[in-house]
Structures are given as structure tokens and as C-alpha cells.
């Protein structure tokens, strides 16, 4: 727990900071307690402004939890390429609360990562990792995969995000009363402001999207409030709330610093990865029958 | 009731000062043209103008063009066994609603430029380029006699690739919403199809170094009073990725984005390329906002193609067929 003892050693430091803070200013959480307060610019609208590219650097998307650095499925193919690297969790607790049939059924998804078979309609989401297939990464898992994206704030009630991975996109619509109408890869997503935050709550979401390559997953009830504050001019911290009543015990809550791309005109480039999966997806069905 | 008289008397004289004078046009807190929202380009007015028909229908010819079209699309056609039926099913009921209406001007044709209303000439292509015609064409037939050989063999749209979402966008027979969103120095055209940004700078940025290609090209956009002109360059070489595909090399595409009034856009593309086309040619398509009476949803396609699988497992099957 680095940053617990970090906070503990600033902590004096930090309480005085929270005196001094601006009323309605965001209250740092366990992983943003190494920021100072910060009052963000503001839109004409007098809410923060958010605009720019931005891009987790945790290695959630190979797990969301503890893991030591691991070759990929492949080695004997893809050699160190196809490795992941280490990293620590990034939920608060460390481990993902699950029923105990759930965690059965997450070590059987890491298994078949990269297994895929889509001969079957009924069943032709059973097998692998989304993200192999090059799939809509779906909430959370869109904000830490290690790819930039793109927030769009303007002066309408909608606030687009979009996503270098698969040209993913949503449309948070602001203050917005209508349910989700019906499920979608990347949800449904109404926000709204808490202070300095924008509070996003997400549902509607697939069921077949996963959380990170490890398999780990959840259902039709996933239900996701993120949470972007404003940290300092180049970082948003990014939280979230995740709860499915059908594969977790509790809610559990993942919190990491974005990162503000800096780079000389740094652009959004595209990732359109579905010429990457035909081989792999559609190659045993051609008239060869197999690649090509 | 003399007071209600006046009231309305003034209503009416607003209305019609706003057709005539000019109203100021929305914009955003930081002063740009306000172009944000949902709208829509469908229209039955065809990209080229049919033979032998005039530019402009009068009112009547208008009304008799949109009748025809709807009953023809609702038109009982259970004639011709089940292939043609399956090949007309993509009926009315998928057709958006808007398609049925002709441009408010009763154009006949999307292209404003030349005068005939026709894409202009194609010169004569460059033997590389004719053998990759030739090529798509025959992966085209095999496709269409419903036996493709690969994936390979399909159009980007079918592999869920591109869709409608590259430029130079043209109406298509359902989902045609584009939503617009600014924000200081940013302009993003989100199609509904496929879930796309096309995030166009306005900061005056240079476009991307001449080795980084993309299915969408790359855009730089700056404001001409109260129009939007984007440049695209830096397109994909491949089949389908532009227009009739032209020479990526020499292509060039232009396009206008001007708030007409608050329900309406005008869009205005021009296109040349030498290697293609005997001249540059320019249409002109009137957006409508359909905001916030509709929504843009999501428009996920590679996630549940299940179509190419059918496809090549359905040739498959026809190729044994014809060997038993």
C-alpha cells in the first residue's frame, strides 16, 4: 500500500490543504491523495473543463487486479512481443468481489482468452478475450486500456468520448432522464455534475464485454458510476463504482490517475483493428479453408 | 381577441422577416459557428440527375416523384420466388422515413456541379489501376453470385470496416444521422455508421507526416465566416476506401459545413482528382436537425457480424453442392 503510506506521511500537509480548499472542490481519494487541491479552468457554463487527449498508464487491461509480468498466450510465437507487464490493482481492497461460481467462471475465460470460434450464432460470444476480437471495450474497461482518448466538452447537453481503440465512441448526455433504450458495447451513459466532478452513471451495457485480459467479467446488471475530477492541468483522476448484483457480493470501486497527452500535436490516430481479426475470426471459413 | 390578432399579426411578421433577412446565425460561447447536434441527411433527390429529366421539379412534380417512390417501396412483390424476394426485402420498413422526401429546392440531382447534374467522365486509368478495378470487380461477382472465396472477397462495409462514416458522405437508405460536437479549436463529425469520430482540428495544426494513412483520411478544418471548411488527406490505399475509387495520390476533397438557418445545414463536397475524373465536381446535401426529438444510438458491426460467417459458410456449402 505505497500510497497509504505516502498519504500518511503528508498527511498534516494534506489536511491543510483541505481546510484551504475551494467549497465544492473535489475531495481526493486514496489514489489521488498525492495531488494538491486544484481548481480547473472553467467552460463558459462554469463547470470544469475536460477537453484534451488523455490516457490511463496502470496495466489494468491485462489485470484489473495484482499480476506479476506473464508471457502471452503464444510464446512460442510471439516470444517477449506478446508478454504483459507487471502491475498492482487497482481496486481499492485489491480483489474483486465475487460469488463463488463467478470466480470459477473467470478462471475458465483466462483459460480460452485466445480461443475463438464464431461458427455459431448462439454461441459465437462464448469464447475469448473481446478485446482479441477487436470488440467494443465497454465501461470501464475503455479508460485504462493503453490506448488515448478524446473528451469532446462543448456548450450542448452532450459530452462525446472517444476512444483511439476500434473507433469506440459514447455520448454521455448531461442531466438526461431517459433509460437506456436498449444494450449497447459501450452503454448507456447520463452524467451530471457534483462539484468539480463529472459523475457518469453507466448501464445498459453488453454483457459480453470483459473487464481485462485475466477474464475477469460481469453481467447484463453491471451497473458503473465513474467519477472524473479535475487533479492538476495534466492529469483527471478517474474513479468508478462497479456493481452486479448477479456475479459480485458487493460493489467494489477501481481508482488511477489519467494522463494528459502532451505531445506537439498529438492527434487521436485511428486503431480500426478489425482487418487485424479476420484471419483469426473468419480465415477457416474461406475457400482454402484456412488462412488466406 | 384584438390583442390575440395583434400578437399573431406580429408572430406571422417575425416568421417571415426570419425567410427573408438574415437571422443571426448560433454561436458558441467561444464564438465559433454553432453547428452542435444530431442531424440527418436523408433524401430521395439522387446523387445524379436521371437522364433526360429536368434540374428542378415544380410542386406538383414533386408530390407525384414522392408518392410514386413510397407506394413503389410498399408495393406487394411476391412475384418472382424466393431469391428476388430476399433480394427485396431491404423494403420500406428499413427505409428511413426522410428518404421519401426530395431536397426543399426539388433538385434532381445532389450535384450542383457541372450543370447536368452527372458525375463527371472518367479518364482513362493507369494499367495498375485498371488491374485493380478489374480485380474488385471479379471479387464483386463472386460475391454476388454467392460464392466468395474470402472475406477478402466482401466490400469494407460488409466487413464492418468503413461505412458511411468516410467522406464524402451521401445519403444511404437508413441511418443517417451525424452528430455534431465542438468544443475551442475541435470540430467532431460523429456518423451513426460506424460508430466514428472524425475529429477534425481547427487550430491551425499541419495535417499528419505523408507516411501515416488512414481509412478516414486525416482533417484540418478553419471557419470562412459562418462555414466550416475541412481538407482530407492522407486516405488508405485501399478498394472502397475512397469515392469511385480515385488515386489516393491526387485526390483531393473539400468540404463546406454552413448553418443555414437553426433546423438546417447545407453540406457541400468537392471532389477532383485527375487520374479519375475529367473534372472536379461538387454536390450540395441539406442536413436536418433532428435533435432533440431523436437520438443517435449506437451502431456496433463487427460485434455481431454474423452475416460474413453465413456468407462464406453458405459458399461452402454451394461449392459441395456443385461437386455431388
Known amino acids: 500500500m505505497p500510497d497509504r503510506l505516502r498519504s500518511t506521511r503528508i498527511g498534516f500537509a494534506a489536511l491543510v490543504a483541505a481546510v484551504l480548499a475551494v467549497p465544492g472542490s473535489a475531495q481526493p481519494s486514496p489514489a489521488?491523495?498525492?495531488?494538491?487541491?486544484?481548481?480547473?479552468?472553467?467552460?463558459?457554463?462554469g463547470h470544469p473543463d475536460l477537453n484534451g487527449i488523455w490516457q490511463a498508464f496502470v496495466t489494468a487491461n491485462w489485470d484489473v487486479q495484482d499480476h506479476e509480468a506473464q508471457a502471452g498466450p503464444h510464446p512460442e510465437l510471439d516470444g517477449a512481443y506478446g508478454a504483459g507487464p507487471g502491475g498492482q490493482s487497482i481496486i481499492e481492497g485489491g480483489e474483486i468481489p465475487y460469488q463463488p461460481w463467478a470466480l470459477q467462471k473467470k478462471k475458465e475465460n483466462f483459460a480460452k482468452r485466445a480461443t475463438v470460434d464464431v461458427s455459431n450464432d448462439e454461441t459465437r460470444h462464448a469464447l475469448g478475450d473481446p478485446e482479441l476480437k477487436c470488440y467494443m471495450p465497454g465501461v470501464p474497461r475503455a479508460a485504462y486500456m493503453p490506448f488515448p482518448f478524446q473528451i469532446v466538452q462543448g456548450s450542448n447537453p452532450y459530452i462525446l468520448v472517444a476512444y483511439e481503440f476500434a473507433s469506440a465512441t459514447r455520448i454521455i448526455r448531461m442531466n438526461w432522464k431517459q433509460e437506456a433504450p436498449t444494450p449497447s458495447w459501450m452503454g448507456w451513459s447520463r452524467g451530471r455534475w457534483e462539484g468539480d466532478t463529472l459523475v457518469v452513471d453507466v448501464t445498459g451495457q453488453r454483457e459480453e464485454t470483459w473487464l481485462d485480459r485475466a477474464g475477469d467479467f460481469h453481467s447484463d446488471a453491471l451497473h458503473v458510476v465513474e467519477r472524473y475530477t479535475p487533479a492538476s492541468p495534466y492529469h483527471l483522476l478517474y474513479e468508478a463504482t462497479i456493481e452486479d448484483l448477479k456475479v459480485y457480493t458487493r460493489p467494489w470501486k477501481i481508482s488511477f490517475p489519467l494522463y494528459r497527452r502532451m505531445e506537439k500535436n498529438t492527434q487521436l490516430l485511428e486503431f480500426k483493428c478489425v482487418p487485424f481479426t479476420e484471419d483469426l475470426l473468419f480465415g477457416k471459413f474461406g475457400k482454402s479453408g484456412g488462412v488466406r | 381577441m384584438k390583442v390575440r390578432l395583434l400578437l399573431s399579426t406580429g408572430a406571422l411578421a417575425?416568421?417571415?422577416?426570419?425567410?427573408?433577412?438574415?437571422?443571426?446565425?448560433?454561436?458558441?460561447?467561444?464564438?465559433?459557428?454553432?453547428?452542435?447536434?444530431?442531424?440527418?441527411?436523408?433524401?430521395?433527390?439522387?446523387?445524379?440527375?436521371?437522364?433526360?429529366?429536368k434540374d428542378t421539379l415544380s410542386d406538383e412534380e414533386a408530390a407525384s416523384f414522392q408518392e410514386e417512390l413510397a407506394s413503389d417501396l410498399s408495393r406487394d412483390r411476391r412475384d418472382g420466388g424466393a431469391d428476388a424476394d430476399v433480394n427485396r426485402a431491404y423494403n420500406e420498413h428499413w427505409m428511413d422515413s426522410r428518404r421519401l422526401k426530395i431536397t426543399a429546392d426539388h433538385r434532381t440531382s445532389l450535384i450542383v456541379d457541372p450543370p447536368d447534374g452527372r458525375i463527371p467522365p472518367l479518364v482513362k486509368l493507369s494499367p495498375d489501376r485498371e488491374k485493380a478495378r478489374a480485380a474488385r470487380a471479379a471479387a464483386n461477382a463472386r460475391f454476388n453470385a454467392g460464392l466468395p472465396e474470402t472475406y477478402r472477397d466482401?466490400?469494407?462495409?460488409?466487413?464492418?470496416?468503413?461505412?458511411?462514416?468516410?467522406?464524402?458522405?451521401?445519403?444511404?437508405?437508413y441511418n443517417n444521422d451525424f452528430q455534431i460536437f465542438q468544443s475551442p479549436g475541435?470540430?467532431?463529425?460523429?456518423?451513426?455508421?460506424?460508430?466514428?469520430?472524425?475529429?477534425?482540428?481547427?487550430?491551425?495544426?499541419p495535417h499528419l507526416g505523408p507516411n501515416?494513412?488512414?481509412w478516414l483520411g486525416d482533417s484540418r478544418g478553419h471557419w470562412e465566416g459562418a462555414t466550416l471548411v475541412v481538407e482530407t488527406t492522407n486516405f488508405r490505399p485501399d478498394d472502397g476506401v475512397i469515392f469511385q475509387?480515385?488515386?489516393?495520390?491526387?485526390?483531393?476533397?473539400?468540404?463546406?459545413?454552413?448553418?443555414?438557418?437553426?433546423?438546417?445545414?447545407?453540406?457541400?463536397?468537392t471532389v477532383e482528382d485527375p487520374h479519375t475524373w475529367s473534372r472536379p465536381?461538387?454536390?450540395?446535401?441539406?442536413?436536418?436537425?433532428?435533435?432533440?426529438?431523436?437520438?443517435?444510438?449506437?451502431?456496433?458491426?463487427?460485434?455481431?457480424?454474423?452475416?460474413?460467417?453465413?456468407?462464406?459458410?453458405?459458399?461452402?456449402?454451394?461449392?459441395?453442392?456443385?461437386k455431388q
Open chain 1, 32 to 45: 489521488g491523495a498525492s495531488f494538491p487541491p486544484y481548481r480547473a479552468p472553467r467552460l463558459a457554463d
Open chain 2, 14 to 53: 417575425a416568421c417571415l422577416a426570419g425567410q427573408g433577412a438574415k437571422q443571426p446565425l448560433p454561436r458558441t460561447p467561444w464564438g465559433d459557428p454553432d453547428l452542435q447536434g444530431v442531424w440527418n441527411d436523408a433524401t430521395s433527390t439522387p446523387l445524379q440527375r436521371p437522364n433526360g429529366t
Open chain 2, 154 to 173: 466482401m466490400s469494407l462495409p460488409v466487413r464492418c470496416i468503413i461505412r458511411t462514416d468516410s467522406p464524402p458522405y451521401l445519403p444511404t437508405i
Open chain 2, 186 to 205: 475541435v470540430v467532431v463529425i460523429a456518423p451513426e455508421m460506424i460508430h466514428s469520430a472524425r475529429i477534425i482540428p481547427v487550430d491551425g495544426r
Open chain 2, 212 to 214: 501515416l494513412h488512414q
Open chain 2, 245 to 269: 475509387n480515385a488515386d489516393p495520390d491526387t485526390f483531393r476533397i473539400t468540404e463546406r459545413f454552413t448553418r443555414v438557418d437553426a433546423d438546417t445545414l447545407n453540406y457541400e463536397f
Open chain 2, 281 to 322: 465536381w461538387t454536390a450540395r446535401i441539406p442536413w436536418t436537425k433532428i435533435d432533440p426529438d431523436e437520438q443517435m444510438y449506437e451502431y456496433a458491426c463487427h460485434e455481431d457480424n454474423y452475416d460474413l460467417v453465413h456468407f462464406l459458410v453458405g459458399a461452402r456449402g454451394r461449392e459441395q453442392k456443385a
